[in-house]
């Protein structure tokens, strides 16, 4: 049946997901925290930015507004970006597009830490979209796609879709996302010469110009879905691309502007600082299970386990993760170590790398009888890069903690698509 989309139904069941989510991470002393960089005084930027707040905190999130005046410049932004990513309660990072000089948009991004890029336009983060190893979406082509999931029995395996307007913000990701559930997929851009005819052969429309009336009535064919994700203002009032009235007459079915892709966007964006949260909690807890007393001080996991070197296992395994948002599963364990290295020089932590065992392991196999990493002359950090890890591998950095008299050992296979950092305990070292 032909109507209105609309956005509000479906961002207020994406919310209260949201909403327990964030209520789950309190529990173990997690609270997301969202920040946004506003530079220079858009108007409609200003408004996207306080409704990002109002929503935030409604689902019990912490929210950081930075607002930078409009003359500043890239080494400006970086540097607030660099200083609020030094924060460790923050888990989501944004800086509101556009920015007053956009020839600098993709060096700022790119400054964002992949781990807390919750607008997913990070190199690294549209990169893993591409080769499906991503963990969240951007929240604009998220909602379209909320959008087109909300309608029942709706598949999108071999819809003809057209997509106007190919920006890195709506269309390249959302062509990305639509042929990884197998639609056909065309692009439309300022060079496209036949963009009427397309998309009157088109199943899914979507468009994301900022541009009042780019898509009118005579450009649909009945029964198709119309998804608006552009904004502009006309007289102080807001308008998306398609011209919705007409659409409607047509046939077809269309989200509005205001109150259809907007409130879905601004959904999408707090889930995914909820699932970046998330992980952060995995990831500083992955390898922290039970074990003993870290020089007289016990300290307890959620499993009610005692932890060895807290803080620095917190740390090595932050060192992990960022080098495997940065280099990706596909990378070597000579890569691996490198950056590793890097790491560990970069952030002033003391290390050991390729240290020789004992004599008694002489007689192990080549590259058996040293060590990749011993850490602070704690923790020995052992890298594979295999398609899966087996017991042997276990036993193989048991052996080694045996052999230099350590507690703690950390095994990590960076061919995993979302790395698992495994602990490894030397019992007769304890």
Same mark, same amino acid.
Request: with cysteine; aromatic share 6%; glycine share 8%.
């Given at each position: 049946?032909?109507?209105?989309? !609309? ?27 969202? /920040? ?9 930027? =200003? ?7 109002? *929503? &935030?905190? $409604? ?11 409009? @003359?500043?410049?890239?080494? @400006? ?33 790119? &400054? ?17 979209? #591409? ?12 909602? #379209? ?8 029995? +709706? ?40 963009? !009427?005819? !397309?998309?009157?052969? /088109? ?14 009535? @005579? ?34 079915? #269309? ?10 966007? #601004? ?6 600082? &909820?699932?970046? *949260? ?36 917190? $740390? ?18 000579? =890569? ?6 890097? $790491? ?6 003391? +290390? ?19 060590? @990749? ?10 890298? !594979? *890069? ?16 045996? &052999? ?17 950092? $495994? ?8």
């Amino acid at each position: 049946m032909p109507g209105l989309l !609309k956005g509000k139904p479906i961002a207020e069941k994406i919310k209260e997901k949201t909403a327990e989510k964030v209520a789950e991470l309190k529990t173990k002393g997690i609270t997301p925290k969202l /920040a946004v960089i506003l530079v220079g005084e858009d108007k409609p930027s =200003q408004t996207y930015v306080r409704k990002k707040g109002q *929503a &935030a905190e $409604k689902v019990g999130m912490d929210f950081e507004l930075v607002e930078m005046p409009g @003359d500043s410049s890239k080494a @400006d932004i970086i540097y607030k970006i660099k200083k609020l990513q030094a924060d460790p309660q923050l888990t989501g990072l944004i800086v509101q597009l556009p920015l007053p000089e956009p020839l600098y948009t993709e060096d700022v991004l790119n &400054a964002i830490d992949p781990a807390v890029d919750v607008d997913c336009l990070t190199n690294v983060n549209l990169g893993r979209l #591409v080769m499906k190893t991503n963990y969240i979406v951007p929240p604009t082509p998220g909602a #379209v796609m909320s959008v087109l999931h909300s309608i029942d029995n +709706y598949d999108l395996a071999g819809k003809n879709v057209v997509i106007i307007g190919v920006g890195a913000l709506v269309g390249k990701p959302l062509a990305i996302m639509m042929m990884n559930e197998r639609a056909s997929v065309t692009t439309c851009n300022s060079a496209t010469k036949d963009t !009427k005819e !397309k998309c009157l052969t /088109a199943d899914i429309i979507v468009t994301g110009i900022g541009k009042k009336d780019i898509v009118r009535g @005579d450009m649909v064919k009945s029964g198709a879905i119309v998804v608006d994700t552009g904004v502009c203002f006309v007289d102080d009032k807001m308008y998306g691309d398609v011209n919705v009235e007409e659409v409607l007459n047509a046939g077809a079915s #269309v989200t509005p502007t205001p109150g259809g892709v907007g409130p879905i966007t #601004v959904a999408r964006l707090l889930w995914n600082t &909820a699932i970046c *949260a998330e992980r952060c909690y995995d990831s500083n807890t992955q390898i922290l299970y039970e074990s003993t007393e870290n020089y007289g001080t016990t300290y307890i996991n959620k499993n009610g386990e005692k932890l060895i070197f807290k803080n620095l296992s917190y $740390k090595i395994n932050g060192l992990l993760f960022e080098i495997h948002n940065e280099l990706g599963r596909y990378c070597n364990e000579q =890569q691996f170590c490198d950056a590793l290295e890097n $790491k560990l020089k970069e952030n002033k932590i003391n +290390y050991e790398r390729e240290k020789i065992l004992p004599p008694s392991f002489e007689g192990e196999k080549d590259g058996r009888n040293r060590v @990749d990493f011993l850490v602070e002359d704690k923790i020995i950090i052992e890298a !594979k *890069a295999k398609r899966y890890l087996t017991k042997e591998d276990y036993y193989q950095l048991q052996r080694y903690l045996k &052999a230099l008299n350590k507690q703690l050992g950390v095994l990590v296979n960076f061919r995993d698509e979302r790395i698992t950092p $495994k602990r490894v305990l030397n019992p007769d070292g304890i």
